[in-house]
């Protein structure tokens, strides 16, 4: 009776590890690939990085350059109202 649960034993352990082999492969191979991308990663997001940089600059700097013209405007016409109505406001009783 012992030999026949050693060996039925044997066969769980034996059909286990064939039904877990697959999940164990994956996980390796998966590791391995998130650790050749954290490679690249490392590599290629500091330039990308870089770019990023100088294209929000150039996009602030050109904004910039269109929105002076009309703040300025703004700015001149606010002037002109504020003395137009401290000149010519009434005083009321």
């Known amino acids: ?17 064939i039904a877990v082999l697959p999940f164990g492969v994956l996980f390796f191979f998966a590791i391995k690939g998130m650790r050749r991308l954290r490679q690249l990663a490392k590599q290629t997001l ?12 150039g996009t602030d700097r050109v904004s910039q350059k269109v929105a002076a013209p009309v ?23």
């Open 46 to 57: 500091p330039i990308a990085q870089e770019k990023a940089r100088l294209v929000a600059d």
């Open 71 to 93: 703040i300025g405007v703004r700015a001149g016409v606010a002037q002109v109202q504020g003395i137009r109505k401290a000149t010519f406001r009434r005083k009321q009783v």
């Open 1 to 17: 009776m012992a030999v026949a649960r050693d060996i039925s034993l044997m066969w769980l352990i034996l059909l286990t590890f």
